[in-house]
């Protein structure tokens, strides 16, 4: 789950990490009140949606008067800004952070994140803050750090020097960089974070370390244990057919392609979105309707993958296990009566009661397409929507 930089912020600083002093709002009127309250020269005016590059598409302003804050405040508040991470649909701006404005000596990069491949902590640190990180990493490898931790209870001193080396600290701008390494891995280990991103971390010229721009992003598998985080999610920022997707309790991301998938068991799911690709088609989504589906979820699932306009035709594929094959099946039939399925549909089951699900969906009168396997079914449905 991802949060807005403001929320990022908020729970940095209640772990220790200095950030600018800032207010966000709702509403035009809402933000120049509580603007007013701040103690600066210039006000920092950043449009809060869930994607990077605000700056480059006109999302940060810097402003000398709170005339000109309101100017522009109405002048970004509901617009849509197109970033690198957007797509070209953008994202529409429907609430605005203002914070102090920072007298900037260095910028540094710094992010933690979970090293899947080894089990540890990832810290990647470089001395070229603001710019994107993936660009640094090809044209100058050697400005960036990696250092892989083992997760404990708190980060020694020798991994914080590590992590800091390369931004080259005098001793008292290290001493509070320590402090934030700290910081962050406290926040990181207890929220059950994945990620958090502070770029730009600055070096003010007063000798400040200051979390300039922060990005969070959690384990959605543990919100369970955090409803303070929960509270967060903004539902604005996300696609409405996986929020649909998610009150039924479906694993569902919707992507650029144009077959719908309805699998069960994420590693079947990717290897169906993989057989896809290899004869030459996009997958629309991912989905995994889950080990132990009902029929009623199952109608669910199709209902969302035929809500997606970009869908020229549906492969499901299940292999029955705790899953068995005559419900989904029981289930496909029941959405087709409430639906009209208009583009070719593929289906292939394998497993428990596969003799009985392939019997329901034969006596259903649905026009589909039995497959035997895995690879007849992706050049099935391949076949049939050219």
Do not use: W
Not at 91 to 107: A, H, P, Q, T
Not at 189 to 206: F, Q
Not at 280 to 307: H, Q, R, T, Y
């Amino acid at each position: 789950m991802n949060i807005h930089e403001h929320q990022a912020k908020q729970i940095l600083k209640k772990y220790g990490a200095v950030v600018p002093e800032g207010v966000f709002a709702l509403t035009v009127d809402e933000l120049l009140k509580k603007a007013k309250l701040l103690r600066t020269k210039k006000y920092v005016l950043k449009a809060q949606i869930h994607a990077g590059g605000r700056g480059k598409a006109g999302g940060v302003k810097i402003l000398d008067t709170i005339e000109e804050l309101s100017r522009a405040a109405k002048e970004l508040l509901g617009k849509t800004l197109i970033t690198h991470q957007t797509g070209p649909e953008g994202r529409e701006v429907k609430r605005l952070y203002v914070e102090e404005s920072s007298n900037i000596d260095k910028e540094f990069y710094l992010s933690c994140l979970v090293d899947r491949a080894s089990s540890k902590i990832a810290f990647i640190s470089s001395n070229q803050g603001g710019m994107d990180i993936e660009e640094v990493a090809i044209s100058s490898p050697e400005k960036i750090v990696t250092t892989k931790v083992e997760m404990e209870n708190e980060i020694s001193d020798k991994d914080c020097d590590k992590i800091i080396k390369i931004f080259n600290l005098n001793d008292n701008a290290k001493k509070q960089a320590i402090s934030l390494i700290k910081s962050i891995y406290k926040m990181f280990i207890s929220t059950d974070a994945n990620m958090v991103e502070v770029n730009p971390l600055i070096l003010t010229k007063e000798e400040k370390i200051i979390c300039l721009d922060a990005k969070v992003n959690f384990d959605s598998n543990a919100l369970f244990r955090h409803p303070e985080i929960t509270e967060f999610r903004d539902l604005n920022e996300e696609d409405p057919t996986e929020i649909e997707a998610s009150k039924h309790d479906l694993a569902y991301i919707k992507l650029d392609g144009s077959i719908g998938c309805m699998v069960n068991g994420a590693g079947l799911a990717m290897a169906t979105m993989d057989i896809i690709k290899l004869y030459g088609k996009e997958p629309a989504n991912f989905l995994d309707v889950g080990g132990g589906a009902s029929k009623e979820k199952v109608s669910a699932a199709l209902k969302i993958i035929l809500s997606d306009k970009n869908v020229k035709g549906i492969l499901i594929n299940i292999f029955g296990g705790i899953m068995r094959c005559d419900i989904l099946a029981q289930g496909v039939v029941d959405a087709a009566k409430e639906m009209d399925i208009s583009v070719p549909l593929v289906v292939r089951l394998a497993g428990t009661n596969f003799k009985e699900g392939k019997e329901i969906l034969d006596n259903s009168g649905l026009k589909l397409i039995s497959a035997e396997n895995l690879d007849d079914a992706a050049k099935k449905i391949v076949e049939a929507i050219n």
